[in-house]
């Protein structure tokens, strides 16, 4: 949703990737361009070029390198939440180009509406996979296994009626 949300508000979109695989599906969702973050040779050539990183990664990973892609005055939003310690962060990095480091869970309920206008003025949508109630397992065993490429949403129109109680 960020690079979507970025294109619709007129941002030239990168996105930073380890696989090569999940390529073709950020191009597809509208980003101008694809890094592959364990090239250094792509890393070393976006030093200086991005103003502002959304960092969605919900594992341990090392931010020093992305530090390096931002401009002066650049800034990088914490946004997933990795379950274990992330490596130390090298604060030369973000007091030589004056970068913010910060971080947000969610909005409140007045931005989460404006988020939701901007979406349907500008046909913004997530990308989903319907699931019948009869998938519930099977969806969740895809889940754990990690075959999921947006997010499932269950088809609630496809839940059995609950049971009329009986008078006592």
């Given at each position: 949703?960020?690079?979507?949300l ?13 696989s ?7 191009l ?7 890094i592959?973050s ?9 030093d ?13 990973h090392d ?9 002066v ?11 274990d310690?992330m ?12 970068i ?14 404006e ?5 349907a ?5 997530a ?7 009869d ?34």
């Amino acid at each position: 949703m960020a690079v979507k949300l970025a294109k619709a508000m007129g941002a030239r979109v990168v996105v930073f990737t380890t696989s090569e695989g999940k390529v073709p599906a950020a191009l597809e969702l509208g980003a101008d361009e694809v890094i592959l973050s364990r090239d250094q040779d792509a890393m070393a050539a976006a030093d200086r070029t991005i103003d502002l990183i959304i960092d969605t990664v919900a594992a341990p990973h090392d931010l020093n390198p992305f530090f390096r892609t931002l401009r002066v005055d650049g800034a990088l939003f914490q946004l997933g939440l990795p379950s274990d310690a992330m490596p130390p962060v090298n604060p030369g990095a973000l007091i030589r180009r004056r970068i913010a480091y910060a971080g947000s869970l969610i909005g409140g309920i007045a931005e989460t509406q404006e988020m939701l206008d901007f979406c349907a003025e500008h046909g913004v949508v997530a990308d989903i996979e319907l699931v019948r109630a009869d998938q519930l397992n099977e969806a969740y065993d895809r889940m754990v296994a990690g075959d999921v490429k947006y997010r499932f949403v269950l088809d609630t129109s496809t839940l059995q009626a609950p049971a009329e109680k009986a008078d006592a």
